[in-house]
């Protein structure tokens, strides 16, 4: 680099960076690829225009104007951007979801420490967490009396199980090592918790904390199916009922890709927050 | 040593009490229950004395309940019966005057090597000024060496290293029993007799009462002023105790050249591998 003094001031770091980014697009190529042959055995199966669901080519010129081109656009009532349609259900799974962590990590150490509460909860939890979430609707729509808070307790009470499980594998898998140092210490229960106990059981509950965001993604689009209001799940639910299918078609590909975005920031978190040393 | 004259002097006024010796371990039974509603005994009827400031090491068979025994008297199991008296207090749970340093390092690897021994030294010495507790952290760090790697975490040590943290962690409580088990089990002979030499000139220096655990004959002789030695399990004793006569400060080719030594090392193997050889494998 020294030897190529002529070239311009950057050239040498764009030189290094090029082959990275034209690495993560080589890996990339086979997805494509995929998805384009994907795309066109569609547009072939359902190129009759009376087929029963829309091509391709049909959802993007259905959805182009105003939904694909404005997500920002905002209207009476539901009548929104899918933006905010997004926003919304993120703001109920945000909501939940955060919940779900708090009770969670808590009932997961609960039952982590103490053998007595894993006897008595554990078969309850195991119980529990099969319950689907729509199932939990009806009682939390009869508890609740409003769909908002309904639609919230759905993705707490669907995202909370994976969290209280993992974390009580965790603490229970704390090596005998640690806890004889503790003990020898003396550590304070502070110290122990702290010090000892968390940067333990970290791993575990975002493990518990990854399954949950991806099964809370999943409960929120089914709750707001049944309960209203703006979100994406009501969305697809008015979408088909106006018979609009290229907006449910939309609808569900964004889904899927916030669910994926959701998960990736899940594990970005992670990468930040597990001792380097517990991986 | 001046301790128990100051001591005995001072009981003559008492006739009637004796002194007890520093370390007891009185009769000591360990058992099981059984699935079968039967009793497994590990140890049975234990008996030993130890001196302040004396180094004894351990050693018999695997499995002979070497482990329990030291256990009992770090805290961590309570007997079936009998018991462990440490300056006539009976020891009912693990405290930081009797410091464990296990054989595979137990450290806590997200800190580093200096906030693993600070961990200990925050908790048990409370009434310290924070600078304080840094100072007993950093002199016992330079203690064994490794002042460069203070803020190596565990992963970027050696087993050596590791090993060294460990008897830093421990001594910086100021313990008045040291327990070892096996504590260089897992190391590389050079290593291995380093760390070896390393631990007698702490102990030489700090006068710390050592327990220590070893499968290794030679690494007892060179160490210890007693080697005691485990009949079997189940039910194990104390089957002999072999007095370690050789001068000290000890080298070890002074050690190795010493008649004695051979004399030792044999009555040793003849216990271990003739009278209680391994029948099991």
């Given at each position: 680099?020294?030897?190529?003094?002529s070239s311009?001031?950057?050239?040498?770091?764009?030189?290094?960076?090029?082959?990275?980014?034209?690495?993560k697009l080589?890996?990339?190529?086979?997805?494509?690829?995929?998805?384009?042959?994907?795309?066109?055995?569609?547009?072939?199966?359902?190129?009759d225009?009376?087929?029963?669901?829309?091509?391709?080519?049909?959802?993007?010129?259905?959805?182009?104007?105003?939904?694909?081109?404005?997500?920002?656009?905002?209207?009476?009532?539901?009548?929104?951007g899918?933006?905010?349609?997004?926003?919304?259900?993120?703001?109920?799974?945000?909501?939940?979801?955060?919940?779900?962590a708090?009770?969670g990590?808590?009932?997961?150490?609960?039952?982590?420490?103490?053998?007595?509460?894993?006897?008595?909860?554990?078969?309850?939890?195991?119980?529990?967490?099969?319950?689907?979430?729509?199932?939990?609707l009806?009682?939390?729509?009869?508890a609740?009396?409003?769909?908002?808070?309904?639609?919230?307790?759905?993705i707490?009470?669907t995202?909370?199980?994976?969290?209280?499980?993992?974390?009580?594998?965790?603490?229970?898998?704390?090596?005998?090592?640690?806890?004889?140092?503790?003990?020898?210490?003396?550590?304070?229960?502070?110290?122990?918790?702290?010090?000892?106990?968390?940067?333990?059981?970290?791993?575990?509950?975002?493990?518990?904390?990854?399954?949950?965001?991806?099964?809370?993604w999943?409960?929120?689009?089914?709750?707001?199916?049944l309960?209203?209001?703006?979100?994406?799940?009501?969305?697809?639910?008015?979408?088909?009922?106006?018979g609009?299918?290229?907006?449910?078609?939309?609808?569900?590909?964004?889904?899927g890709?916030?669910?994926?975005?959701?998960d990736?920031?899940?594990?970005?978190?992670?990468?930040?927050?597990?001792p380097?040393?517990?991986? | 040593?001046?301790m128990?004259?100051?001591?005995?002097?001072?009981?003559?006024s008492?006739?009637?009490?004796?002194?007890?010796?520093?370390?007891?371990?009185?009769?000591?039974?360990?058992?099981?229950?059984?699935?079968?509603g039967?009793?497994?005994?590990?140890?049975?009827?234990?008996?030993?004395?130890?001196?302040?400031?004396?180094f004894?090491?351990?050693?018999?068979?695997?499995?002979?309940?070497?482990?329990?025994l030291?256990?009992?008297?770090?805290?961590?199991?309570?007997?079936?019966?009998?018991?462990?008296?440490?300056?006539?207090?009976?020891?009912?749970?693990?405290?930081p005057?009797?410091?464990?340093?296990?054989?595979?390092?137990?450290?806590?690897?997200?800190?580093?090597?200096?906030e693993?021994?600070?961990?200990?030294i925050?908790?048990?010495?409370?009434?310290?000024?924070?600078?304080?507790k840094?100072a007993?952290?950093?002199?016992?760090?330079?203690?064994?060496?490794?002042?460069?790697?203070?803020?190596q975490?565990?992963?970027?040590l050696?087993?050596?290293?590791?090993?060294?943290?460990?008897?830093?962690?421990?001594?910086a409580?100021?313990?008045?029993?040291l327990?070892?088990?096996?504590?260089?089990?897992?190391?590389?002979?050079?290593?291995?007799?380093?760390?070896?030499?390393e631990?007698?000139?702490?102990?030489?220096?700090?006068?710390?009462?050592?327990?220590?655990i070893?499968?290794?004959?030679d690494?007892?002789?060179f160490?210890?002023?007693?080697?005691?030695?485990?009949t079997?399990?189940?039910?194990?004793?104390?089957?002999?105790?072999?007095?370690?006569?050789?001068?000290?400060p000890?080298?070890?080719?002074?050690?190795?050249?010493?008649?004695?030594?051979?004399?030792?090392?044999?009555?040793?193997?003849?216990?271990?591998?003739?009278r209680?050889?391994?029948?099991?494998?």
């Amino acid at each position: 680099m020294t030897a190529n003094v002529s070239s311009p001031p950057g050239a040498a770091f764009v030189s290094r960076l090029l082959p990275i980014v034209g690495q993560k697009l080589k890996n990339f190529v086979p997805t494509v690829i995929a998805i384009a042959i994907f795309l066109l055995i569609w547009q072939l199966l359902y190129s009759d225009p009376t087929a029963s669901l829309p091509n391709p080519a049909k959802v993007f010129e259905e959805t182009w104007d105003p939904l694909i081109i404005d997500p920002f656009f905002q209207g009476e009532g539901v009548d929104q951007g899918l933006f905010w349609q997004l926003f919304e259900s993120l703001k109920r799974v945000a909501i939940g979801y955060t919940l779900a962590a708090v009770v969670g990590i808590s009932l997961g150490v609960l039952i982590g420490v103490s053998v007595m509460m894993f006897r008595a909860l554990d078969p309850i939890f195991q119980v529990l967490r099969t319950i689907p979430p729509l199932a939990w609707l009806p009682i939390s729509l009869a508890a609740l009396k409003e769909a908002q808070p309904a639609a919230i307790f759905v993705i707490f009470i669907t995202a909370i199980w994976p969290i209280i499980i993992n974390t009580g594998v965790g603490v229970q898998n704390i090596p005998q090592d640690y806890n004889n140092v503790a003990k020898v210490l003396q550590l304070s229960r502070l110290d122990y918790f702290f010090k000892v106990l968390l940067p333990a059981t970290v791993p575990y509950i975002f493990t518990g904390l990854k399954i949950a965001i991806g099964l809370s993604w999943l409960a929120i689009v089914a709750a707001e199916m049944l309960t209203g209001g703006v979100g994406i799940g009501f969305f697809i639910w008015d979408s088909y009922n106006s018979g609009n299918l290229s907006e449910v078609i939309l609808a569900v590909v964004y889904v899927g890709i916030v669910g994926l975005l959701l998960d990736r920031l899940i594990t970005l978190i992670a990468s930040m927050v597990v001792p380097e040393e517990q991986k | 040593m001046i301790m128990q004259t100051l001591e005995s002097a001072s009981s003559v006024s008492k006739p009637l009490e004796t002194v007890e010796p520093f370390l007891v371990v009185d009769n000591l039974v360990k058992s099981y229950p059984t699935k079968g509603g039967g009793v497994y005994t590990v140890l049975d009827g234990v008996n030993l004395i130890v001196q302040e400031g004396e180094f004894v090491c351990l050693i018999g068979h695997s499995g002979c309940g070497k482990s329990t025994l030291l256990d009992m008297v770090s805290g961590f199991r309570t007997p079936t019966s009998g018991e462990v008296r440490l300056q006539s207090k009976p020891i009912t749970k693990p405290g930081p005057d009797r410091m464990v340093v296990f054989q595979n390092y137990s450290l806590l690897p997200w800190m580093t090597a200096f906030e693993n021994i600070y961990l200990g030294i925050q908790s048990v010495f409370t009434d310290k000024s924070k600078s304080e507790k840094e100072a007993i952290a950093h002199d016992h760090l330079a203690l064994v060496g490794l002042t460069d790697a203070a803020h190596q975490k565990p992963k970027a040590l050696s087993g050596g290293m590791k090993q060294r943290v460990c008897i830093a962690r421990a001594l910086a409580l100021r313990p008045q029993v040291l327990i070892l088990d096996e504590p260089f089990g897992a190391l590389d002979p050079i290593t291995r007799e380093e760390l070896q030499e390393e631990l007698l000139k702490i102990w030489a220096e700090h006068r710390v009462t050592v327990l220590m655990i070893t499968h290794d004959i030679d690494e007892a002789l060179f160490l210890a002023d007693r080697v005691v030695m485990m009949t079997n399990g189940p039910a194990a004793k104390i089957g002999e105790i072999l007095d370690v006569p050789f001068l000290r400060p000890r080298t070890r080719t002074q050690v190795m050249e010493d008649p004695m030594y051979y004399e030792l090392r044999n009555q040793a193997m003849d216990f271990l591998y003739h009278r209680y050889a391994h029948d099991v494998e």
